[in-house]
């Protein structure tokens, strides 16, 4: 088990690139210089984290952490990777408690939010490439986004997932699809899972409630860690200014390892008394989702997702998963960071840098950061 902390912990300080590039930085070290799994069950773990809720990256890990070690493997893999990002996101939570009226933290942070409106503009466009190639999910992403925009309450957002989930189960099932098989999921994990999502329901307040809402987010977050943004910005909208959602954002862009540690950002501001325990708390809330359906499903995931309504609904899901993320381009991110000409021509050119000429973000970040002392 130590073992495995050190290896993923050593990958923690060093996967820069966001989610695909660390499935990169894990085929290398675990499956070519270490061996400790197999090409194929390497490529079919990937396939089943892809389709599950969560970030990939880090459920990949957690799955090759099981293989290795068991569970105890699998936990040792997770806090060994993300550790790092968890450290540095919670430095700069206690560093923006002390120095947030500061006028360099007030520039810092303009300059910031504006590169989180290149941010995600690219990860629209990207994921709309990916997710959207036919007409009827292109409907379901843009009606998506324009329900949010009419009504942006948190119970839409739910409401769009679900009816995109059951359109694409009715017209969106691929063809030559597998018929249904058997299923045999781990029961203990999967009615976990389902108990702890209806948490919300028990009005609960504290760390308790802290960690409901972040369980719950960690749950919906299909197509990628960008999407946490507009489902945590829904959820505690009431608690944190967008300048905050923005800040933790834009920063988690620029830290090693898995971006959902923006978590562990907010948590620390969700409860300035006990920061620690804040982002431990919705750290572990947002990941845990995805890593229970993981080993809930780990055994019979080929049959799930060869049958025919399941594929369906998950591209229905992707699909209004993009408009989300374009409900957010605008609101809170399009509204909070451009309030000028020069902040939009910024963030224009920020936006061709990264997509055409391939800026890397540790170059980008900094850049956006003396950008905000002219702002």
Same mark, same amino acid.
């Not at 009419?150 to 119970?155: I, S, V």
């Not at 699809?177 to 209806?198: C, D, E, M």
């Not at 369980?215 to 489902?231: D, N, R, T």
């Not at 451009?338 to 990264?354: E, R, Y």
């Given at each position: 088990m130590l073992q495995v902390f050190w290896q993923f912990f050593k990958l923690g300080w060093i996967s820069f690139g966001g989610p695909a590039a660390h499935i990169g930085y894990f085929q290398r070290h675990f499956v070519q210089k270490l061996g400790w799994i197999e090409q194929a069950h390497f490529a079919s773990t990937l396939t089943l984290?892809?389709?599950l809720p969560g970030p990939a990256s880090s459920q990949l890990g957690f799955a090759i952490g099981f293989q290795r070690a068991g569970?105890?493997?699998?936990?040792?893999?997770?806090?060994?990777?993300?550790?790092?990002?968890?450290?540095?996101?919670?430095a700069l939570a206690l560093a923006g408690q002390h120095y947030a009226s500061q006028p360099a933290a007030l520039a810092i942070v303009t300059g910031l939010k504006l590169f989180a409106l290149v941010v995600v503009a690219d990860a629209v466009l990207t994921m709309a490439g990916q997710f959207c190639r036919q007409p009827l999910t292109r409907c379901l992403a843009v009606v998506t986004a324009a329900t949010l925009w009419l009504f942006p309450q948190l119970a839409a957002q739910f409401i769009a997932l679900i009816a995109a989930g059951l359109i694409g189960a009715r017209w969106l099932v691929p063809q030559g699809s597998r018929p249904n098989t058997v299923i045999k999921p781990n029961w203990p994990f999967l009615l976990l899972f389902a108990g702890l999502l209806l948490l919300p329901l028990l009005a609960l307040?504290?760390?308790?409630?802290?960690f409901a809402d972040f369980y719950q987010a960690g749950s919906l977050v299909f197509g990628g860690g960008h999407v946490v943004l507009p489902l945590l910005q829904g959820l505690l909208a009431n608690e944190l200014s967008q300048e905050v959602f923005l800040t933790g954002y834009a920063a988690a862009q620029a830290m090693p390892g898995p971006m959902f540690? =923006?978590?562990? /950002?907010?948590g620390a501001q969700l409860v300035p008394t006990q920061p620690l325990m804040g982002a431990l708390i919705a750290t572990f809330g947002v990941f845990l989702p995805?890593?229970?359906?993981?080993?809930?499903?780990?055994?019979?995931w080929q049959a799930l997702a060869g049958r025919p309504r399941m594929a369906g609904a998950v591209t229905g899901i992707n699909a209004a998963v993009v408009g989300l993320l374009l409900a957010a381009l605008y609101q809170p991110v399009f509204v909070s960071s451009v309030t000028a000409p020069p902040a939009l021509a910024a963030a224009a050119l920020g936006l061709l840098a990264l997509r055409v000429f391939r800026f890397p973000l540790l170059v980008l970040?900094?850049?956006?950061? =003396?950008?905000? /002392?002219?702002l």
């Amino acid at each position: 088990m130590l073992q495995v902390f050190w290896q993923f912990f050593k990958l923690g300080w060093i996967s820069f690139g966001g989610p695909a590039a660390h499935i990169g930085y894990f085929q290398r070290h675990f499956v070519q210089k270490l061996g400790w799994i197999e090409q194929a069950h390497f490529a079919s773990t990937l396939t089943l984290c892809q389709f599950l809720p969560g970030p990939a990256s880090s459920q990949l890990g957690f799955a090759i952490g099981f293989q290795r070690a068991g569970l105890p493997g699998a936990l040792a893999a997770f806090v060994g990777f993300t550790l790092p990002s968890f450290v540095l996101m919670l430095a700069l939570a206690l560093a923006g408690q002390h120095y947030a009226s500061q006028p360099a933290a007030l520039a810092i942070v303009t300059g910031l939010k504006l590169f989180a409106l290149v941010v995600v503009a690219d990860a629209v466009l990207t994921m709309a490439g990916q997710f959207c190639r036919q007409p009827l999910t292109r409907c379901l992403a843009v009606v998506t986004a324009a329900t949010l925009w009419l009504f942006p309450q948190l119970a839409a957002q739910f409401i769009a997932l679900i009816a995109a989930g059951l359109i694409g189960a009715r017209w969106l099932v691929p063809q030559g699809s597998r018929p249904n098989t058997v299923i045999k999921p781990n029961w203990p994990f999967l009615l976990l899972f389902a108990g702890l999502l209806l948490l919300p329901l028990l009005a609960l307040n504290g760390t308790a409630g802290l960690f409901a809402d972040f369980y719950q987010a960690g749950s919906l977050v299909f197509g990628g860690g960008h999407v946490v943004l507009p489902l945590l910005q829904g959820l505690l909208a009431n608690e944190l200014s967008q300048e905050v959602f923005l800040t933790g954002y834009a920063a988690a862009q620029a830290m090693p390892g898995p971006m959902f540690t =923006l978590a562990s /950002f907010l948590g620390a501001q969700l409860v300035p008394t006990q920061p620690l325990m804040g982002a431990l708390i919705a750290t572990f809330g947002v990941f845990l989702p995805g890593f229970l359906l993981l080993l809930a499903l780990q055994n019979g995931w080929q049959a799930l997702a060869g049958r025919p309504r399941m594929a369906g609904a998950v591209t229905g899901i992707n699909a209004a998963v993009v408009g989300l993320l374009l409900a957010a381009l605008y609101q809170p991110v399009f509204v909070s960071s451009v309030t000028a000409p020069p902040a939009l021509a910024a963030a224009a050119l920020g936006l061709l840098a990264l997509r055409v000429f391939r800026f890397p973000l540790l170059v980008l970040i900094p850049a956006f950061m =003396l950008l905000g /002392f002219w702002l």
